[in-house]
Structure formats: structure tokens, C-alpha cells
């Protein structure tokens, strides 16, 4: 790619970037529906679906900047900025409501001082509402990373935060 | 001295990997899925003379105790003797689940010594169009929710004239309350791929994709690497088991879409597309995944044919009741004492299942109502739990069967803030096509709240938007979403009036 190249003029793009993005792009360019599987590459390296990515994602595919962008925000788990370093996700929904998912929240979110989709100061670690884990049985739930929580408490939660160091 | 210890994403919510990882160091350790006994969870298990034997829950401080009483055989507080001869397992007809907890998930050689491909071998000695009739006289009909007979489902799909043709599983399960889906691809996912090869020789599909919502890692994970297995054993490939017949399949990631359970609009999510739901006709069975003939089914819809196709339809329709045949993975959920999943013939009335199966709340406190199906599933109040199991069974109360899962709530429950929370859901997770489900859910959610403070004129305008979007919504989110809201206000008026009153604690 040349440097007078359309592509290398957006801002804050450099050539590490578009080489990685390239790579992620043609290892999915042949499937059919390739766009999800690369937005997932493009979150799972880079933490969220840069900006920048989505014009050479058109491009490569065919479509709209304005298409991409719509899938990119149609769906819940496409960031378009980072997050933090862990995320930890609290179910909300009905299962894990009956068992005192809210009043769990709400002690969670006090005690991490942060509300639903924040990050903490320290950028170590983002709280995000989930609706369901397939954890029904043993509710209420939580999970971060690879970890799931099952019963959980408060005491648990903080344990959990804690191992992972955020 | 072989010993269990579920893999299943449950057991390890509640500590399994530490289990497991403890009595590695004296034990060779297999993963299994769960039996699906939530409560007895991590459930370790130990082989000896071919009768395996529980303990449970094994908490990872019990780990070292356990190791010493497997070792010796001596008495443990938490064994609980043969798993096989539990109530709870012994209540059940487990045949799509049949293998799920028994086996190593990843091993086709189990698989197999297990009953597993009798399925597909005899789908291929038979045919297509032998298949077909098969499913249908069976009576199958879809285990996601909309109960459509799904022979004549793949009948329609066989029928087309297409260059391509798809077979698509819908693995989003995203009901609250609902983990069959899960614990059956964590647990034994290649009756999943057999039942999926099965669909494709049936209809001439040579490829499938799974499309599991992004929730389930571990069903992810289990699902891709059971498809390698699968691969290298010749189940799939240019030649299915050497029968000439080619069916190759992969795993797709959803992205945190509710809607993308409703199946065009999961059609939509796999081509790489917004998942906005597509009006019908025409039905998918027709233009389904890029505009081809694809089938689309539930992951214990397809789970269950390699059973069906083993044992015969009559076998499976013998089984029921009505118009719903076979078995249903019943999944009880939420505040109830014994939590799991029960595969059990429809029929059974939904106080057997939460009062003697379920053993009631898991608070000890009465329970007030169940949701069954999911956020777009009835309030059934306890008074009411003499409905039969079954498909025209529950809609004849206006409830809804849906995925099976029946989530418990004790009489603490404030109904209206449930229904809240279910136009709440809607709101957040509609795709935004129609105006009743896009708009009407965020009226509701205002309405309620209006409610919520004492100001009664909201209830005869929140019965009249819930019929709007019941009856003007395109697909089940916006028309369904009024089932949760409608049930919890006409069977429980109490808790939408009077509420500038300081809400009184239930049985206080």
C-alpha cells in the first residue's frame, strides 16, 4: 500500500493497523456473510470496531461505509470506543431477577462505584448489563473473561474482580 | 480409577474447574456436560464396576474429601449413590438428552458406543424422501418456540429447485430461564451435527451453519471443536460416512441480538446484515439464507431427529400428548429449589413440574407465579398450574410453551415491575422495522411507570397499546412482549393499583 493511497490519508490509521486490518478481512472475505466474523476479529484485537476500520471494510466487501456502520451499531456487542481492561457483565434478566439480580446490581454498582456501561477511573475495568447466560438454575449470574459466577453475591463478585486483578 | 466432573458453563459458574483441577492430581478426570441437576452442581462422579456413582455439590473446598472417599470408598456427607437411580433421573425419558453427562463430549468413540450415528446411518440407507416422511409422522415440531411440524418443513425445503441449499441451526437462545440449547451443545454436540447431517441429506443441503449467540463461549468452543472431530471421523465432508452424500458445516457468532432469534431475522445476521426481521412471505423454507431454500430449526428440533430416525416415528409419537408428541426438555429456572433440566413426554401438569420436580422456591416462600417460554412467555399464577404441558395446551390460557423454560418467582415478586421490564427488554432489543414493537414498547415502559405512581388512568391505555403491538407487530418480539405485560395485569391487578401507597412487603 502506498502512502498516497486514499485509505492511508484517514487520520490515525497507520500501516500496522490497515496491514492487520487486511489480514483480518482476507481471512474471511470468501465465507458467505463474511462481515460479522470480521467484526468480531476486528473487536477481539482492538477492543472495539475502530472508526477508521469500517470505510476499508466497505471497500473490501462491497458495501456502504454507511451499511457498515449500520451493522456495527445495530448490534449490542460492536463498541465503537475501548473498554476497559476486564469487563464484567451482570445478568439482568428475568431468572436471575427472581433470585435478587437487582438488589445484587445495585450493591455491585455501588461498591465499584460506577453505573451500567462505565468505565472505573483506573480503566481496569468496565460493568455491563447481559440479558441472560444460560445460567437460569443458578441464578443470579455473573461473568468475566473465561470466569462464570453462579449464586452470586456480592462477596463473589468482589472475589472475582479481585483474582482478575481489575 | 476414571472420574467425572462436568465442563457444562453451570458447573463451572459454581466452581467445577476447581474441582476438576484438584482431583486431577490423583485421578484421571474426564469432562462431561452436566445431568442436568443445576442444584447438585459441580456433581463429581466416579466409575466403579460400570455403575457411576455422585457426589454433590462438590464445592472446591470439598475437593480434597471427596478425592479421599473415592480413594477408599468410604462414606461421604455429600455422596449421593448411583446417579442413574436418582428420582430425578429416573423420572425422566431422556432421549435427545441421552448422552448428555454420560459421555465425553469431544469423543466420537463414545459417541458412537452410546447409540450415537445409528441415526445417520439409517437416514442414509432409507433416503430422502424416507426421511422426511419419518420426521413428519413423528410429529416433531419446533423446539424453539413457534412449534411448526418440522417435516413438513424440510418436505418444503426438499421440494425446492435450488443450486444451493442451507441448513441453518438457530442456537441464539436468548430466553431468560432457557439453557437446553446450551447445555446440549456443551454436553453432546454431535448429536447436534448428526441431527443437522441428517437435514441436509434430507433436503440436499451440503452446508449448515450453527449460529450460536456470542453469550455462550463455551458453547462455542465445544460446537467448533466437536465439527474438527466430526470432519476427521468422516460424519461430515465430501462424503458423508462414505455414503456419496456431501455435508460440511461451521459455527456462526452472533452479537448480542435478542431479535436474531426470531429466524429472518437471524437469516439476516449471518449474511452480515442488520438483524432486522424480513416480512414473510416469503418463508425462508423458499428464500431463506441469500435467498436460497434454507431450513431453519431449533437446536432440540434437530437434536431429536437422530433419535427419531434410530428408534422410528412411531416410537417417538407414541410418546405425548394432543397435537404435542415426543419429548420436552423442561428447564426450571429462577427461584426454585431444585433448578435443571427434566426431558420429560409433554403432559405433565405445570404443578407436578414446579412443586415435585421443582420442590418449589428456592426461598422457602410461596411461589406466586412461573413464566414459561421466555420474556415473551405468560405469568401463569399458581393458581393456574393445572395446565398440561403442551403446545395448544398452554396457548389455551394465552400462555406460550415457547423454548420450555419455566422460571419461578416467589410471592415477593412485584408483577409490575416485571412487566416493566418486559417492555423494557423490548425496547432495548427491537430491531426497529415495525412501529408497534419499536415505539409502542417505549410508550409502555412510560405507561407503567405512570402506573407505578399511582396514576390508575395508564392501565386501560396500557391494555389497549399492548393490543396494538399484539396484533400490528411483525414478528413475536413486539407481538408477544404483550403476553408477559397482559398476564401479570389481569392476574394480578393488586400490584398496578394502589401504588402511591408505600408498597407493602408481600406476607409481611
Known sequence: MSPDDPAMTVPAIDADFLLRLDEIIAAHKGREGPLLPILHDIQ??????????????????????????????????????????HVLRLCRAEACQSMGAEALADEVRAALGIDWHETTPDGRLTLEPVFCLGLCACAPSAQMGDRLLGRADLAKVQKLVAEAGA | MRVWVPLDAAARALGADEVAEALSREFTVTRNGTRGMVWLEPLVEVERDGVRYGYGPVMPEDAASVAGAIRTGSEHPLALGPVEELPWMKAQTRLTFARVGVIDPLSVDEYEAHGGLAGLRRAISVGPEKIVDEVTESGLRG???????????????????????????????????????????????????EGMTIAGIAVGAVQGYVYIRSEYPDAIRLMQAAIVRARQAGILGQSVLGSGHAYDMEVRVGAGAYVCGEETSLLNSLEGKRGIVRAKPPIPALEGFLGRPTVVNNVISLASVPWILTHGAAEYARLGIGRSKGTIPVQLAGNVRYGGLFEVAFGMSLRQIIEEIGGGTASGRPVKAAQVGGPLGSYIP??????????????????????????????????LKLARFAMEFCAVESCGKCTPCRIGSIRGVETIDRIAQGDETGIAILTDLCNTMKWGSLCALGGFAPFPVMSALTHFPEDFSGRREPRREAAE
Not at chain 1, 473490501?60 to 481492561?85: C, I, K, Q
Not at chain 2, 413438513?152 to 443450486?163: M, Q, S, Y
Request: aromatic residues 10%.
Open chain 2, 382 to 415: 399458581h393458581w393456574n398450574f393445572d395446565l398440561p404441558f403442551g403446545y395448544e395446551e398452554l396457548a389455551s390460557k394465552e400462555g406460550l410453551l415457547g423454548h420450555a423454560g419455566i422460571t419461578v418467582f416467589d410471592d415477593t415478586a412485584d408483577m
Open chain 1, 44 to 85: 477481539a484485537e482492538w477492543g472495539h470496531v475502530p472508526e477508521a476500520a469500517q470505510p476499508v471494510i466497505a471497500e473490501a466487501l462491497g458495501m456502504t461505509r454507511a451499511e457498515v456502520h449500520g451493522v456495527v451499531s445495530f448490534y449490542h456487542d460492536f463498541r465503537d470506543h475501548p473498554h476497559g481492561r
Open chain 2, 143 to 193: 423446539r424453539g418456540g413457534a412449534g411448526f411440524p418440522t417435516g413438513i418443513k424440510w418436505k418444503t425445503v426438499a421440494g425446492a429447485k435450488a443450486v444451493r441449499k442451507y441448513i441453518v441451526c438457530n442456537a441464539d437462545e436468548g430466553d431468560s430461564g432457557s439453557f437446553a440449547d446450551r447445555m446440549l451443545m456443551e454436553g453432546d454436540p454431535l448429536v447436534l451435527i
